[in-house]
T-cell receptor, first 114, second 115 residues
Framework: AQSVTQPDIHITVSEGASLELRCNYS??????LFWYVQSPGQGLQLLLK??????LVQGIKGFEAEFKRSQSSFNLRKPSVHWSDAAEYFC????????????FGAGTILRVKS | KAGVTQTPRYLIKTRGQQVTLSCSPI?????VSWYQQTPGQGLQFLFE???????NKGNFPGRFSGRQFSNSRSEMNVSTLELGDSALYLC??????????????FGQGTRLTVV
């Protein structure tokens, strides 16, 4: 079955430090991959997406992610975290077969300390 | 252009009642999907509508239903509410569907509390 694993429930980083959020997926076909961010009580905002081509994708707010097919991973990175990045981050895989839908990971809550 | 609009933002209902939530997608988008978000189960797919037809349905009981109108606006209905239905309900708008290689844009959600 299709699944997405985000192994870190919480991550705390200092402002200005680098960030990497991990995401592993299980899906038999070529995946469409996404990272979303959610602030408390709000909807989901798309940070970046991978459909095909270059495996390093750039997104908004200075985020980037690298698709590694051999590791079934799509980790999110940012070189320097800002206090406003504190939020919950969700990795998702787009599934066309068996229910044209997004399957989400459990999310990683990012805390930024000053 | 205007984003995805969900109404109402907050709802409080009593067990056994029914509720209807509304979603207006981005202009030109024909696919509307619904997701339920709870602390315990995370984000789960409810169903997807495309051009007024339900294309896909998640693993939810029949109390959860929806429809889509000719202007692509969508409603979801939950009948005989249970305490476990308390959740943030998110609507996603996209050109072809959230599983495709197109972006899905989410609304701010409707927070439903069942008491």
């Amino acid at each position: 079955a299709q699944s997405v694993t985000q192994p870190d429930i919480h991550i705390t980083v200092s402002e200005g430090a680098s960030l990497e959020l991990r995401c592993n997926y299980s899906y038999g076909a070529t995946p469409y991959l996404f990272w979303y961010v959610q602030s408390p009580g709000q909807g989901l905002q798309l940070l970046l997406k991978y459909f095909s081509g270059d495996t390093l994708v750039q997104g908004i707010k200075g985020f980037e992610a690298e698709f590694k097919r051999s590791q079934s991973s799509f980790n999110l990175r940012k070189p320097s975290v800002h206090w406003s990045d504190a939020a919950e981050y969700f990795c998702a895989v787009g599934i066309m077969e068996y229910g044209n839908k997004l399957v989400f990971g459990a999310g990683t809550i990012l805390r930024v300390k000053s | 252009k205007a984003g995805v609009t969900q109404t109402p933002r907050y709802l409080i209902k009593t067990r056994g009642q029914q509720v209807t939530l509304s979603c207006s997608p981005i202009s030109g988008h024909r696919s509307v999907s619904w997701y339920q978000q709870t602390p315990g189960q995370g984000l789960q797919f409810l169903f997807e509508y495309f051009s007024e037809t339900q294309r896909n349905k998640g693993n939810f009981p029949g109390r959860f239903s929806g429809r889509q109108f000719s202007n692509s606006r969508s409603e979801m209905n939950v009948s005989t509410l249970e305490l476990g239905d308390s959740a943030l309900y998110l609507c996603a708008s996209s050109l072809k569907g959230t599983g495709w290689n197109t972006e899905a844009f989410f609304g701010q959600g409707t927070r439903l509390t069942v008491v």
